[in-house]
T-cell receptor
């Protein structure tokens, strides 16, 4: 158990809908990262937050947004969902720029 | 452009057959290299961090080494439960983490 929690574990929704994924980092970690992993693909970095502020953006679509709250939990919002958005979404946390610890992921299925 | 390349893409070994996975990188100002293990449908699990050439880390049947251009993950006498995808990531001078595509390791009993 990495100490990073993600909810929900599974999410099934329809095209055009909007969903919110939630992540709670390890105690003491100020950084939160979001990744997308499609079937049999590598990890695609989406976005990094540090202590409530956006630090870096990767290949994140404009339909996706994220935020980190004062209690350090983070939410990833996905809107106008398409079939191709079906994937595993991972959250990771770290102390500054050290090794990242990953949550169990949220499996999103868009029908 | 900063890049991380892992080879081979996939590796099939018999139980007990030792081998090595490679992670080569071209980054400006390496700040750290990380190895992870990922089981299907699960989040990557942190294994090792290496910071400078010549450094080595060990954990059970795994040993990670680092040179100025690459890192090796040596697996000694592997067991079927070592089957997983092994990911390498490099932290560059801008504190950006660059991920390799991974090596899928299959250990046959």
């Amino acid at each position: 158990d990495s100490g990073v929690t993600q909810t929900p574990k599974h999410l099934i929704t329809a095209t055009g809908q909007r969903v919110t994924l939630r992540c709670s980092p390890r105690s003491g970690d100020l950084s939160v990262y979001w990744y997308q992993q499609s079937l049999d693909q590598g990890l695609q970095f989406l976005i990094h937050y540090y202590n409530g502020e956006e630090r870096a953006k990767g290949n994140i679509l404009e339909r996706f947004s994220a935020q980190q709250f004062p209690d350090l939990h983070s939410e990833l919002n996905l809107s106008s969902l398409e079939l191709g958005d079906s994937a595993l979404y991972f959250c990771a946390s770290s102390v500054v720029a050290n090794e990242q610890f990953f949550g169990p992921g949220t499996r999103l299925t868009v029908l | 452009e900063d890049q991380v390349t892992q080879s081979p893409e996939a590796l099939r070994l018999q139980e007990g057959e030792s081998s090595s996975l490679n992670c080569s990188y071209t980054v400006s100002g390496l700040r750290g290299l990380f190895w992870y293990r990922q089981d299907p449908g699960k989040g990557p699990e942190f294994l090792f961090t290496l910071y400078s050439a010549g450094e080595e880390k060990e954990k059970e049947r795994l040993k990670a080494t680092l040179t100025k251009k690459e890192s090796f993950l040596h697996i000694t006498a592997p067991k079927p439960e070592d089957s997983a995808t092994y990911l390498c990531a490099v932290l560059d001078s801008n504190y950006q983490l660059i991920w390799g595509a991974g090596t899928k390791l299959i250990i046959k009993p």
